[in-house]
């Protein structure tokens, strides 16, 4: 049987994405068969001390990224949330983990980028992030204003979330109380904060679904309604009006 989401007009809807959204599009996720993370040890490219120890190596790695990331498009699965977005106005959010752009091109403008955006750079010293489509294959950049290290603007291993992010989240989170519909589509759950929505969603409430090819049983345990499925596939249908 085909699931269907079922909203009332009070109901808030709070989506955290992972790699697997993006998956259909041909952008690889990072843990798994293929996985990111399988080829290489993810402190050398996704740490400060990796950065620390060789610059050239971390801008390779998002310089690739960067490049694949920009001859993919959106999938059916980004649209669908796009599209749920459009129907629930403020009373829609989006987390994502993805740094690739594509909730954007799909549409999405109630998001978070949570572990930033691979389309911006920032200077380690003025902090300021900037759009940035460049890759960075021989030399590291340095800032045109006060000459410091550029880096990607990524959120690595080791590193805070921006607070503003996680108070936005808390907020939509305990302002829906039991009205609250979460949604987590395509993560394994392994990372923290964003793993442990769910249960701040389960402390309010609310009810709480996990859409996901192959969900990780202990991420999955943690949830009302576990749909198995590419989200491609899934979304249109489980958001159909
Ligand atoms: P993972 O690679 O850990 O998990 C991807 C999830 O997507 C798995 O559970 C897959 O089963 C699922 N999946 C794969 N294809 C799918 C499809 N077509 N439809 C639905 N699900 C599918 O990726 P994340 O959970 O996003 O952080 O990883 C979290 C964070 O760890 C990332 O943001 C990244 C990484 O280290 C940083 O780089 C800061």
């Not at 041909?26 to 120890?53: H, I, K, Y």
């Not at 978070?112 to 940035?132: A, M, Q, S, W, Y």
Request: glycine share 10%; hydrophobic share 40%; charged share 25%.
């Amino acid at each position: 049987m085909t699931a269907r989401l079922t909203l009332t007009p009070t109901s808030k809807v709070l989506i955290l994405t992972g790699a697997g959204v993006s998956a259909e599009s041909g952008v690889p996720t990072f843990r798994g068969t293929n996985g990111l993370w399988e080829e290489r040890r993810v402190e050398e490219v996704a740490s400060p001390q990796g950065f620390d120890a060789d610059a050239k190596l971390v801008w390779r790695f998002y310089s690739l990224r960067r490049d694949g990331a920009s001859k993919v498009n959106p999938n059916p699965g980004h649209e669908a949330i796009a599209t749920l977005e459009a129907r629930l106005g403020d009373r829609f959010l989006l987390a994502t983990q993805n740094v690739d752009g594509l909730h954007t091109r799909a549409g999405s403008k109630r998001m978070i980028c949570i572990h930033g955006e691979l389309f911006k750079t920032r200077c380690e010293r003025c902090n300021e992030p900037f759009v940035d489509t460049k890759t960075y294959f021989d030399a590291v950049p340095r800032c045109e204003t006060c000459d410091g290290r550029l880096r990607p603007h990524i959120v690595w291993f080791g590193e805070m979330l921006n607070p503003t992010h996680l108070t936005q989240i808390d907020g939509f989170i305990e302002s829906a109380g039991p009205e609250l519909v979460f949604l987590a589509i395509g993560t394994s759950g392994q990372v923290y904060p964003a793993a442990g929505f769910v249960d701040a969603a389960r402390r309010v409430g609310g009810q709480c679904w996990l859409v996901d090819v192959d969900p990780t049983p202990e991420y999955a345990r943690r949830f009302d309604h576990v749909v198995r499925g590419k989200s491609g596939e899934v979304l249109p249908a489980l958001f159909a009006p």
